[in-house]
Structure formats: structure tokens, C-alpha cells
């Protein structure tokens, strides 16, 4: 009897957009984000500032809506459970924050988001597609089994368009700056949103819930451009894994000496999980 040839996928290269992000700006700052782990506890590092502690806070928030009907969503205590939430796990150092009006100013604007977002719903006044995975309810399907890759990535919230029995990717933005034109966001989504679920994506948006009242539409990426343009990208991060070769282009920069503080001792630890340990720079 021949042996099976299911590839596994412990062995593979994972990649992701914030993967591909992070590898495009600097190699060290992708090996140590995604791959060092500390010696001693044996979990992987990460950092947190003020940006992505207030995303990270309004993403839990509105992701976590697809656990409820379209009848009670509207109707949940949103704000005070996102006050809660920040006071637990974010307000002050936890998020990286230096003073408490930084972290109070912040608090407020992830108030007003998701303020904005009960009052003008959208796409979360309606049923959405929730992508069910094996894998740490991590999305994911095999890029490529020849060159053993694996894509994946959480979407925001993809939208289910009853009349058309299409899906419709939404990426919700908390930052300032519109997302660049050059970004691979988008056409990772539709590839995970295509092969990781059964109906067709019929549109994209990104929502600026920071300034905007509704989604903005943009022109849905073509899929096997989008797959050339991934497997571009991630060939290059599996030859660099393979040769263990990270280096800073710079010798340090922007991206990765904020990292380099952490195995430097100079930053202070303000959370840990099961696999990684959180510091801040403050």
C-alpha cells in the first residue's frame, strides 16, 4: 500500500500579510518577530505601542460580533465592555502608553470607533461568514504543496450578501493613514476568503472607522495575480528561513531596533501567554 503523501503542515512555510510586512522591512525584524524565542522562557517576543494596543482593543471588540445574531448585536453594551476591557489589558504601560493622558486619549478614541460603528452598522447590521479552521481557528490553506507554503490570515469580517450568495472582505482600520496602494492586504484576503470557504468574493473594503461613517470599496485584486504576487513574496521568506539569513540591510533600523531593546534588557515585560511574552518600551 502506497504511502500517504499529505504534506505536513508542521513542517511547512507559514506566511501571512503581516508576515510579508515584516519581512519586507527588515529581515532582522521579521526573525525577531516571528521565529527567536527567549532563551529562558522559551516563548516568542512581541511589543506593544500605543497604535497597536488601540487596534488590537477595537478589532477584539467588533471581530468578536460574529459570535452573535444580527438581532443582538446592535443591542450589546459595546462601549462599557471596550472601557472594560482597556482598563484590564491595555490603559497604561500594558499598551505601551507613557503618560495617562496618552493612554486616556487613546481610550477615548476606541470609545468614539465604536460608537461610530453601533451607529452607522453596515456590513455588521448583516449575516456574516465566519471561517471555520483546525488550526487555532486560524484560517489557512496550502499556497503551494510543491514548495510546502501555507497562507493565512484572520479577516475582519466578511460580510454575507444574501441577495447575491457572494461574500463581501472587510478590513477594519483604526490608524490615521490610509492603507498604501502597493499593500498585499487585499489580495491575501481573497485568496484566503476564495479557498478557504465556498461562496465567491464579490467585493473589498477597508473602513476607516477612526474618520468614516462606511466602508470604502476598492477594486477586488485579481486572483492569480494576487497568487503570484504571494508566492513571490513568500519564496523569498522560505529561502531566508532555509539559510537562516536575517539580517538588518541597515545594521539596524526603524523596524528592528525597537526589538533589539527587548533582548537588550531595556524594555519591561507587561504581559505573557502560553507562547509569548509581551514587552513595552516604557
Known sequence: MAESTQPDKFKATWVSHSKINDFNNCPRLFYLRNIYKDPITRNKIALVEPPL???QAVH??????????VDERLH????????????EKYAG????????????EAKKRGKDMIERVMKHPGPIANKAIKIKSDFADL??????????????????????????DKVHIVDFKTGRRDESE?????????????????????????WYIDRENEPREYPLPNL????????????????????????????GCMHCSKYEEILAGNATKVGESS???VYALV
Open 224 to 251: 492569480e495575480e494576487s497568487k503570484e504576487l504571494v508566492m513571490k513574496q513568500a519564496k523569498r521568506i522560505k529561502l531566508a528561513v532555509q539559510l537562516d539569513h536575517f539580517k538588518c540591510p541597515k545594521g
Open 53 to 55: 494596543a488601540l487596534g
Open 76 to 87: 450589546l453594551p459595546l462601549v462599557k465592555k471596550f472601557e472594560t476591557d482597556w482598563d
Open 182 to 206: 502597493d499593500s498585499l492586504q487585499l489580495p491575501v484576503y481573497l485568496l484566503i476568503a476564495t479557498h478557504t470557504q465556498s461562496r465567491e468574493v464579490a467585493k473589498a473594503s477597508y
Open 139 to 164: 484560517p489557512y490553506y496550502w499556497l503551494s504543496e510543491e514548495e510546502n507554503i501555507i497562507l493565512c490570515g484572520k479577516i475582519d469580517w466578511l460580510e454575507y450578501l444574501e441577495s447575491e
Open 60 to 69: 477584539e471588540i467588533l471581530e468578536d460580533l460574529t459570535n452573535f445574531s
Open 93 to 104: 504601560k500594558k499598551g505601551g502608553f507613557k503618560t495617562s493622558v496618552e493612554s486616556d
Open 275 to 277: 507562547y509569548q511574552d
